[in-house]
């Protein structure tokens, strides 16, 4: 009785200290973002731009366990939003929160439009026709040259700015990346505690089991690829507005399975484990770059191993936002 006693009381000085170790590192990494050079600060960027799809994307396959091969469509609706409004494509230049509000409604209407077909399917067959979807929007903007541009893409986008205050420097959309993660990740999170998200959840369990005890599993699906679909367009439309280009070969198959990667390898279903797996697909190749021709080597057997050691991701499903507010502020 005594060991399970002590026990007990070392796991909450435990979580305690991971999770003041987690904030601490956080903000010191943010803290020193504005003094590093303009190089670092894009990747960076980068990474913040893939956690963003890594939390929408987590929403169809994390919560509602639905596999989508062809999130990176969303990706490019939103980018493709920014490139057509503002820029002299067609002669609009509309605001840049507009368009990130044209851009999370199109998306959203997307994501309604891919999960209407798709909602008796499961497994094997969801993936191949997800996959398939995204394919399409790729070789719809590809050849629909006097909209998108074709392979030649949109150049000369507007600078965005926000009520007066113009965001065209990479520290800029540093903050206005980490400030939309958080927010949106907050979002995320509030919706994985509420009834829809319980509802999720008993979908991804056992979808009949679901249906039978009187949840719509109709609505709770087209919901998730609403609220996924959404996200990821507002990512693309931040990620135009940054490159002031968009062109096809951003939106490929491989963008989308490099963010089921970040999700299956940092844990699935928990938001800090999109973080660590982001953390490790975008920048670890970036730190082996001078190992060109052995890094994706390297990269491949850490996540084979990875894999074999950590089957559930590095990240644990019961390591979340509560325990970190939990370990923080002892509530």
């Avoid at 209407?116 to 026709?129: C, E, K, Q, S, T």
């Avoid at 070789?139 to 006097?146: A, E, G, K, S, V």
Wanted: aromatic share 10%.
């Amino acid at each position: 009785m005594a060991a399970a006693d002590t026990l007990a009381a070392a796991r909450p000085r435990a979580n305690r200290t991971i999770s003041w170790l987690v904030f601490a590192i956080a903000i010191a990494l943010i803290m020193a973002t504005p003094f590093l050079p303009n190089y670092h600060v894009r990747v960076l960027n980068s990474l913040l731009i893939y956690i963003l799809l890594g939390i929408g994307l987590n929403i169809v396959i994390g919560y509602t366990g639905l596999l989508d091969l062809g999130f990176v469509a969303f990706y490019a609706v939103g980018a493709y939003s920014y490139g057509l409004l503002a820029s002299p494509q067609l002669g609009l230049h509309m605001p840049f929160l507009l368009i990130l509000l044209v851009a999370a409604c199109l998306g959203a209407v997307t994501g309604i439009l891919l999960g209407i077909p798709v909602l008796r399917l499961r497994g094997d067959y969801l993936a191949i026709v997800t996959l398939g979807f995204g394919e399409i929007i790729r070789i719809i903007i590809n050849n629909l040259d006097w909209l998108t541009g074709g392979p030649q893409g949109i150049a000369r986008l507007d600078k965005a700015s926000i009520l007066g205050i113009q965001i065209a420097r990479p520290i800029d959309f540093f903050w206005l990346l980490l400030i939309t993660v958080l927010i949106v990740g907050t979002v995320v999170w509030r919706l994985e505690r509420s009834i829809l998200g319980k509802a999720w959840a008993a979908i991804r369990e056992d979808q009949d089991a679901a249906r039978g005890i009187g949840i719509n599993t109709t609505n709770a699906k087209l919901a998730a690829f609403a609220t996924s679909a959404t996200i990821g367009s507002i990512a693309g439309a931040i990620f135009a507005a940054s490159q002031r280009f968009v062109s096809p070969e951003s939106f490929t198959l491989q963008e989308s399975v490099l963010i089921v990667l970040m999700i299956v390898v940092g844990g699935i279903g928990n938001i800090f484990g999109i973080v660590a797996g982001a953390a490790i697909l975008i920048l670890l190749p970036e730190l082996l770059r001078e190992f060109a021709e052995w890094r994706i080597l390297f990269l491949g057997l850490l996540m084979i191993s990875l894999i074999i050691a950590r089957p559930a991701g590095i990240v644990p499903r019961s390591f979340g936002p509560e325990k970190l507010i939990r370990g923080l502020f002892g509530k």
